[in-house]
């Protein structure tokens, strides 16, 4: 089984700051990796899918990259609306793995 | 885009069998994808509980596979995950999704408890 190991699990920013989050697959996933974010009481909301392709509707300001073990989600630019809980997930086989998560709060 | 709504009892009594089902609207799961559950308990991150492809190939998380069954429904165009044997750490807002990053249903909370 893909295990994925994300960092940090807290993360304390201002508006404005660039915040990276980094995601690390056990064996190797190609491209295969779902970034998400998920605010208090909702579903989480896919942001980048195939580790680097954003999502329709999804800012500018988030970017994904990496392939094969290690991955990042990038944001260039805090926003207030940013604030939240952000998972990766692997969907190289039928499985789909997430990341244990990562708070973005507020400094 | 589709649209996946979760249904079933909220509340399920300790050793009882959890079953929810998952209705896909706007897309045919005859059409492709792995269609999958995720959970996740109270203040707690997101855990895949398992998959089921529109041939009925299943794919469950080890931790879970011996009390989860995944089914699938093609003429109903619906999903159904049943957890037996449930105590108190089974209890959690269930999601269905699209695999490979599609759409989520709003999820719904499933409470184990006498």
């Known amino acids: 089984d893909i295990q994925m190991t994300q960092s940090p699990s807290t993360l304390s920013a201002s508006v404005g700051d660039r915040v990276t989050i980094t995601c690390r697959a056990s064996q190797s996933i190609s491209t295969w990796l779902a970034w998400f974010q998920q605010k208090p009481g909702k579903a989480p909301k896919v942001l980048i899918y195939?580790?680097?392709r954003l999502q329709s509707g999804v800012p500018s300001r988030f970017s994904g990259s990496g392939s094969e073990t290690e991955f990042t989600l990038t944001i260039s630019s805090l926003q207030p609306d940013d604030f939240a809980t952000y998972y990766c997930q692997q969907y190289n086989t039928s499985s789909g793995t997430f990341g244990q998560g990562t708070k973005l709060e507020i400094k | 885009q589709e649209q996946l709504q979760e249904s079933g009892p909220g509340l399920v009594k300790p050793s009882e069998t959890l079953s929810l089902t998952c209705t896909v609207s706007?897309?045919?799961?005859?059409?492709?994808?792995?269609w999958g559950w995720i959970r996740q308990p109270p203040g707690k991150g997101l855990e895949w509980i398992g998959s089921i492809y529109h041939s009925g190939s299943t794919d469950y998380n080890p931790s879970l596979k011996s009390r989860v069954t995944i089914s699938v429904d093609t003429s109903k165009n619906q999903f159904s995950l049943r957890l037996n044997s449930v105590t108190a750490a089974d209890t959690a807002v269930y999601y269905c999704a699209r695999a490979a990053a599609g759409s989520w249903g709003q999820g719904t909370l499933v409470t184990v408890s006498s």
């Open positions: 706007g897309y045919s799961i005859r059409s492709g994808y792995y």
């Open positions: 195939k580790a680097s």
